[in-house]
């Protein structure tokens, strides 16, 4: 399968891109850091033990900018796309009362308005599949009555808006045979957790959530669609 991962360089993204490259699919792997991203496929390359990791590097917030540079740069490597992964995020740990505008835009920025413009961006890409996908990594905080958390009003916001649009557009793509899906982590043991609530005991390491998102984009996508999937083993 051609799958391409926003926010690959580490986390999440960079686990399942090395679990899917164990079956030689064909990766296309986005973040900023250009450094941990080809790190990140070379380690998939040598798992494959062929070339099957290309490193896009790009910030979602330029693609919002220029949405053709970034079509035809990625056109040089694959004219047809199975799966695109939303997994890129922005946590932001603040206060409502300490935040503006501006630093709401820029959050929703990552969660939203880049995922927003990359699924557009590869409309062509997956309509050129028989079996397209669009899968979007959401957080327990934007399912409508989980508990929530003081400070991620923002953030929890950004992916409840992409949440709706998961709902939406699984109904508007549903004639092109392109599925569309959410999945709403609870927390996992990363970078972003460390970094927003140190010392939090996460309930999943990045392999495992890693582990089950690729059962998903392989197998589990396929029983669903407009759904977002609470991925958490705790209540509510
Ligand atoms: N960890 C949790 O507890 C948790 C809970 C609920 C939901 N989630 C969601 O799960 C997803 C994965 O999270 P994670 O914990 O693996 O996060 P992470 O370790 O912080 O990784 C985030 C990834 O997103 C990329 N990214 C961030 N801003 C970007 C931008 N402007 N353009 C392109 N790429 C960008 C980062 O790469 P670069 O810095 O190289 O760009 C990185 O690869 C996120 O959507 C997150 O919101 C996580």
């Given at each position: 399968m051609?799958i391409?991962?926003?926010?690959a360089?580490?986390?999440?993204?960079?686990?399942?891109?090395i679990?899917?490259?164990?079956?030689?699919?064909?990766?296309?792997?986005?973040?900023?850091?250009q450094r941990?991203?080809i790190?990140?496929c070379?380690?998939?390359?040598?798992?494959?033990?062929?070339?099957?990791?290309?490193?896009?590097v790009?910030?979602?917030?330029?693609?919002?900018?220029?949405e053709?540079?970034?079509?035809?740069?990625?056109?040089?490597y694959?004219?047809?796309?199975?799966?695109?992964?939303?997994?890129?995020?922005?946590?932001?740990?603040r206060?409502?009362?300490?935040?503006?505008?501006s630093?709401?835009?820029?959050?929703?920025?990552?969660?939203?308005?880049?995922?927003?413009?990359?699924?557009?961006?590869?409309?062509?890409?997956?309509?050129?599949?028989?079996?397209?996908s669009?899968?979007?990594?959401?957080?327990?905080?934007?399912?409508?009555?989980?508990?929530?958390?003081?400070?991620?009003s923002?953030?929890?916001?950004?992916?409840?808006?992409l949440?709706?649009?998961?709902?939406?557009l699984?109904e508007?793509?549903?004639s092109?045979?392109i599925?569309v899906?959410?999945?709403?982590f609870g927390?996992?043991?990363?970078?972003m957790?460390?970094?927003?609530?140190?010392g939090?005991?996460a309930?999943?390491?990045?392999?495992e959530?890693?582990?089950?998102?690729?059962?998903?984009?392989?197998e589990?996508c396929?029983?669903?669609?407009?759904?977002?999937?609470?991925?958490?083993?705790?209540?509510?």
């Open positions: 051609k391409l991962i926003t926010g360089s580490r986390g999440v993204g960079a686990q399942l891109a679990l899917l490259a164990r079956d030689k699919h064909r990766l296309f792997l986005l973040a900023r850091n941990a991203l790190g990140v070379q380690t998939c390359n040598a798992i494959a033990g062929e070339e099957v990791a290309i490193p896009l790009f910030d979602l917030k330029d693609l919002l900018e220029d053709c540079n970034f079509l035809e740069h990625l056109k040089q694959t004219t047809s796309l199975d799966v695109l992964v939303n997994n890129a995020g922005f946590l932001m740990n206060d409502f009362e300490k935040i503006t505008t630093i709401s835009r820029s959050v929703f920025d990552v969660n939203y308005f880049g995922p927003e413009a990359l699924i557009r961006v590869c409309l062509p890409m997956l309509k050129a599949s028989s079996e397209a669009v899968i979007n990594i959401t957080s327990m905080g934007a399912v409508q009555g989980s508990v929530k958390f003081p400070g991620l923002v953030y929890s916001a950004s992916k409840g808006a949440a709706i649009l998961t709902e939406c699984a508007e793509l549903k092109d045979g599925r899906n959410a999945l709403a927390s996992v043991q990363t970078e957790l460390d970094e927003a609530f140190p939090l005991k309930s999943s390491t990045a392999e959530m890693g582990s089950f998102v690729k059962w998903f984009v392989l589990g396929k029983r669903f669609n407009g759904k977002m999937l609470p991925v958490s083993d705790s209540t509510p």
